[in-house]
């Protein structure tokens, strides 16, 4: 079975429209927020009071579409588990299933977590004019012009050491070094300090920043829909059929997330480059795990005598068996 099957080319024509149409949508109604924006990414998305899927606050975001790959394979080992221990070839309990998982959480760490350091989705905003900053409070005890609130925080610029490695909280107190130098020095100057409970952690801005969203539900839904139709191979017990509904709820899920970020978040290029980049995670992670007997065989060519003529006899080995692809026949006179 190649790496793009029958299943595995419908879900990528669905999710490709649920993108395409999205965004189309966003730029015509001029919905979405630009992320790469530090002076308005922080702030919350003009349509949030309209749609409920237009906050990144949502128990949706927060709690599912953050740990999005967590979610996939707690139900992926739930199906593969489930299954059925003796279902038929080409079902979804087998090493190269597993071996598909392990490929698809390689990339999807190398792109989101670490990749010989900093990620690829850092690396990417590094070079491509990303900047490092910290978003400040107003200074306790500063001046405040009347009629005018002093909601809107401070965009500090800080080394871009503090955006390469693991994000962390950074204070006075952990950082001294950093506070003490300018321009942030000269921010704690004008007033009395800040609120100690409020969080400051660095984060890289400008730059090409890659839809996370899109590439990892992308990649996602792939990786489950294929396992999915896998399953559906195997005998229909109460067990399977169960983890196999909460599969597609799942894939449903990712799908509706995947429409919500296309409508109201990121530039069009931002989505673009995040589901190339899904698409072709997916088969970078897929292809060195797909069972021999999937790919182009080997032809042995076999001569023999039987009475008056010759014949040649093609065979392809495959993981399963030899057979037998052809014969030709040598008349000899």
Known sequence: MPVFSRHNTAALTILTSIVVVGTVLSIKNESFLDTSNPLISHLP?????????????????????????????????????????????????????????LGTTLVWG??????????????????????????????????????????????????????????????????????????????????????????????????????????????STLFLVDALVKARKGKATPTALATQLAGWVLVGLWATMLWATALYFHTWQEKASGFALGIVGFVFSQYPFEPSNTRPPVPKIVVSEHSDRLYAQTYARTSAELYLTDTTYIHVR
């Open 45 to 101: 998305h003009p349509h949030h009071g309209k749609s409920y899927f237009a906050s990144k606050h949502t128990i949706l975001n927060r709690a599912f579409v953050k740990y999005a790959w967590a979610w996939t394979s707690v139900v992926f080992w739930a199906i593969w588990m489930g299954a059925d221990e003796n279902e038929v070839k080409g079902g979804v309990k087998t090493l190269d299933q597993a071996g598909k998982w």
């Open 110 to 219: 190398a792109f989101a977590s670490w990749f010989f350091g900093p990620s690829l989705f850092n690396r990417i905003v590094a070079l491509t004019g990303g900047e490092c900053v910290v978003y400040m409070p107003a200074p306790q005890g500063a001046p405040q012009v009347p009629g005018i609130e002093r909601t809107a925080p401070h965009l500090i610029a800080i080394p871009s050491e503090f955006c390469t490695g693991v994000r962390t909280i950074v204070t006075p107190e952990s950082h001294p070094a950093l506070f003490a130098h300018p321009p942030l020095a000269e921010y704690l100057a004008q007033g009395m300090g800040f609120d100690p409970a409020y969080k400051i952690v660095p984060k890289l801005t400008k730059g090409h920043d890659i839809s996370g969203h899109t590439f990892l539900l992308t990649l």
